[in-house]
């Protein structure tokens, strides 16, 4: 090969991989993070709606309990080392969960299992039913926000 050649494959071979590095950034993740805990937020707020009898789509509970359910079950992995605390970036999780990251993968766990039962929940329509076990999926969320997310600015 002549070195115009390896120049352009090297070249080539760069811009292939620096993109790659570039995915997992630590503000990449944490921006991907907020975001899906934003989801199950925004999913939790409209069953919500619905048990309080804000609005009359309980139809479309089960839709929602399993958007929660499958965000959920990305958590095991949007808490990889290095995104704790970054400066140039407003993150509310707190130390602890890199810490003691079994407990925490604990929390998540009970997470998984209350919104795979908020689905089955759901199935069966029955409002009062879906509200006691949103309180429940409500206690599996407040028991990592509690001990694992610093409180509002």
């Keep these: 090969m002549n070195k115009i050649t390896i120049a352009i494959a090297a070249g080539l071979l760069v811009a292939?991989?620096?993109p790659?590095?570039?995915v997992d950034e630590p503000l990449n993740v944490i921006k991907y993070r907020q975001n899906?805990?934003?989801s199950i937020g925004g999913h939790t707020g409209a069953i919500a709606g619905v048990v309080k009898g804000e609005v009359s789509l309980a139809g479309d509970v089960e839709a929602h309990a399993r958007a929660i359910n499958a965000m959920s079950q990305l958590l095991d992995?949007?808490?990889?080392k290095g995104t704790d605390n970054v400066?140039?970036?407003e993150t509310r999780a707190l130390p602890a969960i890199w810490e003691d990251m079994g407990k925490f993968d604990a929390g998540v766990k009970a997470l998984q299992a209350e919104s795979a039962k908020m689905v089955e929940v759901a199935q069966g329509g029955d409002v009062?039913?879906?509200g006691a076990q949103l309180e429940n999926?409500?206690?599996?969320c407040g028991g990592c926000h509690k001990?694992?997310?610093?409180?509002a600015k």
């Design 16 to 18: 292939a991989v620096t």
């Design 20 to 22: 790659a590095f570039a």
């Design 36 to 38: 899906v805990m934003k």
């Design 77 to 80: 992995h949007l808490f990889p």
């Design 87 to 89: 400066a140039f970036t």
């Design 128 to 130: 009062a039913a879906i």
């Design 137 to 140: 999926l409500g206690k599996a």
């Design 147 to 151: 001990p694992y997310r610093a409180e």
